[in-house]
């Protein structure tokens, strides 16, 4: 500071006035209030340095001069107020001028630890005076007996800014060294929080916590905790005239372990010095045979019995020395013992707040926390308040009435999110964590003493109050984020950002947490709600026959727009209403967002003109951001800002309406399906209070609590405890002794040992417990020795105990899963390699596990190894990977524009065009895209023309049955001309389930009582041609892959019939309108795939217990079916499936149910020949009748009632057997089961050029037969 503005200071200083011993009056002249505004002046002009402040604080101007001329002068309303600016402004938290933050940099914090050294010389020497505080008690009376309504602004103003110096005041931190006060003394805070209760502040305090000063509540908070954050509230609770029991009991074993602890040091110094000398009396040692740093012998101090005793760290300091920027920062909460009086008149004033201002006043701060009114982090006023108060409560006659307003689910929810907010903020402020670890700790305290109130409730004599806690408990544990909220705090500790301090009152919390749900569920039970993943359903646009309904139109290129909405801008337009409500409840921000809204459908709704008067009238209402633009924007400017709005997805769906009906109706094949995303359900279940305790054995709650243990003989008995029975819960309740087998417990446990207090029996007893397993499991295996040195989770804790080879998946074996770089380019050169080689169809994967060196690899691992190095491909066959590499091209050739037009020309008065069109094509595209092109060419004019053509249904009689049979005839006996290649051979085996999943499934279709239809091969055969002619041919490619996949997921995993099925979700158009077509869920059905078993699910299944040599096999017949190779015969349609209801003989509920589980997949290979014989005809036709009335012999264990029975085609040389006969035979004996069948089976190939060649050569014709496999063991 330069000496002129020092000299200027004290000068104006000095002119304030000057104080006359004799009288003890301050006397004034006319021009100090002028000398006061100008301190004022000088004040404002302070810099960031804050000179002028320390040099007032320097020259003591507030003790000698400011203070005293108020109170001699306090009744003259001008001089008071100014005055009373300068001292707030003075008195201003230190804190405050560096904006919360302590400073680093040396001068800084020079000048901020002066600042703070004035401000307790002014709280010590100025404000432990009653006479100071008398005046403003005098000024709030005064003031206050004026009616709210009728004060003015000044007056106001003056309330606001004594209760600020209050706030100031007892906002200054104490300074202990200089203090040195004892427990039970008064301290400077203490000797102000007297001067206040004499001056009868704190009764204007309580007086203005009514309703009537709600404008106050935040100051009056923030003053309360200052006024007692030296407090223990359960202490204060316990002050009386004369000490109570439990304040003698617990100084008297203070005293008694002060005592014991200096007793036990003075014995060990005796022991230690009493046979022996002092060891600097024990002479100079040499050391033979071993050299110092010079030439001679090595000098020892002390005498040596052995030679290993000898030790060169005697003189080093071994103690650990954290870095400074991983100190965690000490959360500040410091509690004392006032003296007696203090705490009487503190105790006093908190009863009389608890029952008159407690709960109006928590509600409005509630109020006006939620509604963002006050300042920030103003909450922790709140939380501290929450937290004293009902800790006062429940340690003073507890009544929950009294703290009703914080004592609710809203209330623990509220504490949980601020707990959430402080963690969020402390791995965002990575460098400014300390104040919100303060924070966060406050939280934790509130959310504690929540716990302990609602236990007290629960312990309560009332009825009504346990049967409130009842309620509470069971909403809490109830909802799945509190419970696990407490878990998720417990492994976010981190030791070097927060204290010691939090860590005790968090395993307090953990501890008190446990308790009370494991107490709940033993003594009630608990159904708790637990999330499951679930996907949305899909919606189908689908238009109601004769009401029009709006569809999405598609939105206009801007290109198109750009010239029109020029010419409204140059052209200008008539001005329009603001887009703005004040009326409204809508904010002002949603009102903006929806107005740009209307803007962007307007310009999408061709309705230029008021697009522009829109946009135009809401810059005249929100003009300060430029999001509309600003005044005098250019026109082309403008037209930019228009592009922005127009492109931009807003979620705006422009309409239009259709007046046809008959039009709707149409385009319902037209419109695609919309998938919602996945989401979350919640569903409730029985709670497992084991199961969530299994969650803590983790590595960060053992080391967390092993850390607190290191200070036992600091800790309190609750805390040790706390600690030992969360050790306990995973050692003994969990059976993870392991996890407690590390080197740093086992020398607290030493410790322990070493020194046995009564009071630490419970640590002793659960170190020995520990220190047991540990022998017991050393002595089976050596390596325990070497786990002593790490943490453990739950898995390593189970080998440790068990062995290191309890996981016998090869999966999870260390190191298996690993590849090196030669691994890597080894699995790459086989993949080129199969890939570069068409001479054989041998699958991707089975090739490269028989050439690949390291034979212990997985199938898949493989997989994942080839996705992971970009050889990604569905199924792992060679034909796959080649038609995945065939890339379509966008654009159309002319070879394919001139077959559209010829297959146009030939199939475009068909029913359904497109149908016969698509499987012709060379290349494979949507049929949208050809529809596009044959509009493009001109082949069709409307996009009508290519829809399948309406025809009435056929209705289910004899005739429409004659008419089918003879039409499938006729398709037969063409299909059979069509046909050159015989045949390849097929086998469909049966899936077994075990007894356990048969039996759910026969609960679930109990529940539905719906009855599955039963289908013969030849009706299997009939859907799937039908399918193929309707035009699902892509949909039932997509089914065959999706089957390829499972089989595969099946092979590289292993078969699990207990495993949930996999859903089938249609992704592209052809299969999302297939999976609206009744027809394909009846091809769905007809092949095995199972239904929504609930409204929970929403998609079609594969069942997991079909195997996938099966899923295989019934691909094939799909596969079939689209090449156009399955043919349908009318002839054999009772003879394969006998229907109950023809049937004669009685059946008992059992073969019922046997009937409707049973599916029968059959599939028919066209033959070379078109025409069976008249001979075989007529044998078949006999047969028939012979055996239409024949029930199939089944099963009469109930429990293998439910298991699907399939039926196997195998290809037989035999020329006189035809295919009905066979079945007849087949249904007529018993048969082997289905294990001995396929055990005899030869593995046949899918090559359709091999099974030519072994026709040709074989000269014999094939046929099928029908094997009926039954599970009759």
């Not at 062995?803 to 080894?826: I, L």
């Not at 929970?1096 to 017949?1117: G, V």
């Not at 078949?1180 to 429990?1199: E, G, L």
């Given at each position: 500071m330069s000496s002129l503005l020092s000299a200027e200071l004290s000068a104006t200083c000095n002119a304030l006035g000057t104080f006359n011993k004799k009288t003890g009056k301050y006397l004034i002249d006319d021009f100090t209030l002028n000398t006061v505004k100008d301190l004022i002046r000088y004040l404002r002009r302070d810099g960031e340095d804050h000179e002028i402040r320390r040099h007032f604080g320097q020259t003591k101007v507030l003790q000698t001069d400011l203070l005293p001329m108020l109170i001699d002068h306090w009744e003259k309303e001008e001089l008071f107020d100014v005055t009373l600016r300068l001292i707030v402004n003075l008195t201003n938290p230190a804190l405050l001028l560096y904006r919360e933050e302590v400073p680093v940099e040396r001068t800084a914090r020079h000048n901020y630890m002066q600042i703070l050294s004035h401000l307790q010389s002014y709280k010590e020497e100025a404000f432990t005076k009653?006479?100071?505080?008398?005046?403003?008690?005098?000024?709030?009376?005064?003031?206050?007996?004026?009616?709210?309504?009728?004060?003015?602004?000044?007056?106001?103003?003056?309330?606001?800014?004594?209760?600020?110096?209050?706030?100031?005041?007892?906002?200054?931190?104490?300074?202990?060294?200089?203090?040195?006060?004892?427990?039970?003394?008064?301290?400077?805070?203490?000797?102000?929080?007297?001067?206040?209760?004499?001056?009868?502040?704190?009764?204007?305090?309580?007086?203005?916590?009514?309703?009537?000063?709600?404008?106050?509540?935040?100051?009056?908070?923030?003053?309360?905790?200052?006024?007692?954050?030296?407090?223990?509230?359960?202490?204060?609770?316990?002050?009386?005239?004369?000490?109570?029991?439990?304040?003698?009991?617990?100084?008297?074993?203070?005293?008694?372990?002060?005592?014991?602890?200096?007793?036990?040091?003075?014995?060990?110094?005796?022991?230690?010095?009493?046979?022996?000398?002092?060891?600097?009396?024990?002479?100079?040692?040499?050391?033979?045979?071993?050299?110092?740093?010079?030439?001679?012998?090595?000098?020892?101090?002390?005498?040596?019995?052995?030679?290993?005793?000898?030790?060169?760290?005697?003189?080093?300091?071994?103690?650990?020395?954290?870095?400074?920027?991983?100190?965690?920062?000490?959360?500040?909460?410091?509690?004392?013992?006032?003296?007696?009086?203090?705490?009487?008149?503190?105790?006093?004033?908190?009863?009389?707040?608890?029952?008159?201002?407690?709960?109006p006043m928590m509600h409005y701060v509630k109020d006006v926390l939620v509604r963002a009114k006050a300042q920030q982090n103003d909450e922790s006023y709140y939380l501290w308040a929450m937290k004293f108060f009902m800790e006062f409560n429940r340690g003073h006659n507890f009544q929950v009435g009294l703290v009703s307003e914080t004592m609710s689910v809203p209330m623990f929810h509220y504490v949980q999110q601020q707990l959430e907010k402080y963690y969020d903020m402390i791995s965002v402020e990575k460098k400014k964590f300390s104040p919100w670890v303060r924070r966060l700790h406050l939280s934790l305290r509130a959310y504690k003493e929540l716990l302990h109130t609602l236990l007290a409730m629960d312990k309560s004599t009332d009825e009504g109050v346990k049967e409130s806690a009842k309620v509470l408990k069971s909403n809490i544990f109830y909802v799945l984020e509190y419970r696990e909220f407490i878990l998720s705090i417990f492994l976010n500790y981190d030791e070097n950002k927060m204290p010691r301090s939090y860590l005790v009152d968090l395993v307090e919390t953990v501890h008190l947490f446990l308790k009370m749900l494991e107490h709940f569920c033993k003594k009630t039970g608990l159904m708790v709600q637990k999330k499951v993943r679930k996907k949305a359903k899909a919606k189908s646009k689908k238009s109601k026959p004769r009401v029009s309904k709006p569809k999405e139109a598609p939105v206009t290129v801007w290109e198109e727009v750009r010239p029109q909405l020029a010419a409204v801008l140059s052209a200008g337009v008539d001005h329009y209403p603001p887009p703005f409500d004040a009326a409204s409840d809508v904010p002002i921000d949603q009102q903006k967002e929806d107005c740009m809204k209307k803007i962007q459908k307007l310009m999408r709704d061709h309705k230029y003109e008021d697009a522009v008067g829109t946009f135009r009238a809401a810059r005249e209402v929100w003009p300060e951001e430029g999001i509309f633009g600003v005044a005098g924007i250019p026109e082309d400017e403008e037209l930019d800002m228009l592009e922005t709005v127009y492109n931009t997805d807003m979620g705006v769906e422009v309409t239009e309406i259709d007046q046809e009906d008959s039009h709707n109706d149409s385009d319902d094949d037209e419109e695609d399906e919309e998938e919602d995303e996945p989401s979350t359900a919640v569903v409730e279940t029985d709670f497992d209070f084991k199961d969530f305790v299994l969650r803590f054995c983790h590595p960060r709650v053992v080391s967390a609590c092993v850390c607190l243990l290191e200070r036992y003989d600091k800790n309190t008995t609750h805390t040790n405890h706390c600690i030992v029975k969360m050790l306990h819960r995973i050692a003994w309740d969990c059976n993870r002794p392991a996890m407690m087998f590390q080197a740093t417990l086992f020398l607290i446990f030493q410790r322990i040992l070493h020194n046995p207090v009564p009071h630490l029996k419970e640590l002793e007893k659960f170190a020995v417990y520990v220190l047991r397993k540990f022998t017991e499991i050393a002595?089976?295996?050596?390596?325990?020795?070497?786990?002593?040195?790490?943490?453990?989770?739950?898995?390593?804790?189970?080998?440790?105990?068990?062995?290191?080879?309890?996981?016998?998946?090869?999966?999870?074996?260390?190191?298996?899963?690993?590849?090196?770089?030669?691994?890597?380019?080894?699995?790459?050169?086989?993949?080129?390699?199969?890939?570069?080689?068409?001479?054989?169809?041998?699958?991707?994967?089975?090739?490269?596990?028989?050439?690949?060196?390291?034979?212990?690899?997985?199938?898949?691992?493989?997989?994942?190894?080839?996705?992971?190095?970009?050889?990604?491909?569905?199924?792992?066959?060679?034909?796959?990977?080649?038609?995945?590499?065939?890339?379509?091209?966008?654009?159309?050739?002319?070879?394919?524009?001139?077959m559209l037009r010829e297959l146009w020309q030939q199939f475009g008065d068909t029913t359904d065009p497109m149908a016969l069109i698509l499987p012709r094509m060379p290349r494979k595209r949507s049929k949208r895209s050809f529809v596009d092109r044959m509009l493009e060419l001109g082949v069709v004019q409307d996009r009508k023309q290519c829809r399948k053509k309406k025809q009435r249904k056929a209705k289910s009689t004899a005739d429409d049955d004659k008419s089918n049979e003879s039409s499938s005839e006729s398709e037969s006996e063409a299909s059979h001309s069509d046909s050159d290649a015989p045949p390849p051979t097929i086998n469909i085996k049966p899936k077994k389930t075990n007894k356990k999943d048969a039996g759910k499934k026969q609960q679930i279709k109990n529940k539905k009582g719906a009855k599955s239809v039963e289908l013969s091969a030849n009706e299997i055969a009939k859907l799937l041609v039908q399918a193929v002619d309707e035009g699902f041919t892509e949909a039932l490619r997509w089914l065959a892959e999706n089957l390829e996949e499972v089989a595969l997921d099946q092979e590289a995993e292993g078969f699990d019939p207990t495993a949930e099925g996999t859903a089938l979700v249609p992704i592209s158009s052809e299969s999302i309108e297939a999976m609206d077509s009744a027809l394909f869920l009846e091809v769905l059905k007809s092949i095995g795939i199972a239904p929504p078993s609930d409204e929970?699910?929403?998609?079609?299944?594969?069942?997991?217990?079909?195997?996938?040599?099966?899923?295989?096999?019934?691909?094939?017949?799909i596969l079939k079916a689209i090449n156009k190779e399955l043919i349908v015969d009318n002839s054999i349609t009772n003879t394969v499936v006998p229907k109950s209801a023809n049937s004669q003989e009685p059946i008992d509920k059992a073969e019922s149910s046997d009937d409707d589980d049973?599916?029968?997949?059959?599939?028919?290979?066209?033959?070379?020949?078109?025409?069976?014989?008249?001979?075989?005809?007529?044998?078949?036709?006999?047969?028939?009748?012979?055996?239409?009335?024949?029930?199939?012999?089944?099963?009469?264990?109930?429990?293998?009632?439910?298991n699907r029975k399939m039926q196997r085609i195998e290809e037989v040389n035999d020329e006189e057997e035809d295919i009905l006969s066979f079945a007849k035979k087949t249904l007529q004996t018993d048969l082997p089961d289905t294990e001995d069948i396929l055990s005899g089976l030869p593995h046949h190939s899918d090559?359709?050029?091999?099974?030519?060649?072994?026709?040709?050569?074989?000269?014999?014709?094939?046929?099928?037969?029908?094997?009926?496999?039954?599970?009759?063991?």
């Open positions: 009653v006479e100071t505080w008398q005046v403003f008690a005098k000024k709030l009376a005064k003031v206050l007996e004026i009616d709210w309504s009728e004060r003015d602004e000044d007056t106001g103003l003056i309330i606001e800014r004594i209760l600020i110096l209050i706030r100031n005041v007892l906002h200054v931190p104490a300074d202990l060294d200089k203090e040195r006060r004892p427990e039970n003394d008064a301290s400077i805070h203490d000797q102000v929080l007297w001067a206040l209760n004499q001056a009868g502040i704190l009764d204007i305090i309580l007086y203005m916590s009514s309703e009537n000063e709600k404008q106050y509540f935040m100051h009056i908070l923030e003053i309360i905790s200052h006024l007692l954050r030296e407090q223990n509230p359960t202490s204060l609770a316990d002050a009386a005239l004369q000490r109570s029991v439990d304040e003698k009991l617990r100084d008297d074993q203070e005293l008694l372990m002060i005592r014991m602890s200096e007793t036990k040091e003075r014995l060990n110094k005796v022991k230690q010095y009493s046979a022996t000398r002092h060891s600097r009396f024990g002479g100079t040692y040499v050391v033979k045979n071993m050299k110092s740093i010079s030439e001679n012998e090595l000098i020892s101090l002390k005498p040596l019995n052995k030679i290993s005793n000898l030790d060169f760290n005697g003189s080093k300091k071994s103690k650990l020395v954290k870095p400074k920027n991983r100190r965690p920062v000490e959360s500040g909460f410091m509690e004392r013992r006032s003296a007696f009086a203090i705490r009487l008149f503190l105790k006093e004033f908190c009863i009389e707040f608890l029952n008159t201002s407690y709960n002595s089976k295996s050596g390596k325990v020795f070497i786990e002593l040195l790490f943490w453990k989770n739950s898995k390593d804790a189970v080998e440790i105990e068990h062995g290191y080879d309890v996981h016998s998946d090869p999966r999870d074996k260390p190191g298996k899963g690993g590849w090196s770089e030669a691994q890597e380019e080894e699995l790459r050169q086989l993949y080129m390699e199969n890939q570069s080689n068409p001479e054989t169809d041998q699958d991707v994967i089975d090739w490269m596990l028989e050439n690949i060196i390291d034979q212990t690899r997985t199938r898949r691992s493989v997989i994942k190894k080839l996705k992971e190095l970009g050889l990604i491909f569905k199924a792992p066959t060679k034909k796959v990977n080649r038609e995945k590499r065939e890339h379509v091209p966008k654009d159309f050739s002319e070879e394919e524009d001139e929970q699910e929403i998609y079609w299944r594969i069942p997991s217990n079909l195997h996938h040599e099966t899923i295989r096999k019934r691909r094939e017949i049973l599916f029968d997949n059959l599939r028919k290979i066209r033959d070379n020949n078109p025409v069976i014989s008249d001979n075989v005809s007529n044998k078949s036709v006999s047969n028939n009748r012979n055996t239409s009335n024949r029930k199939r012999s089944r099963s009469n264990d109930p429990d293998e009632g439910n090559d359709s050029e091999r099974e030519d060649e072994a026709a040709r050569a074989g000269g014999r014709r094939k046929k099928l037969r029908v094997i009926s496999d039954d599970e009759s063991e």
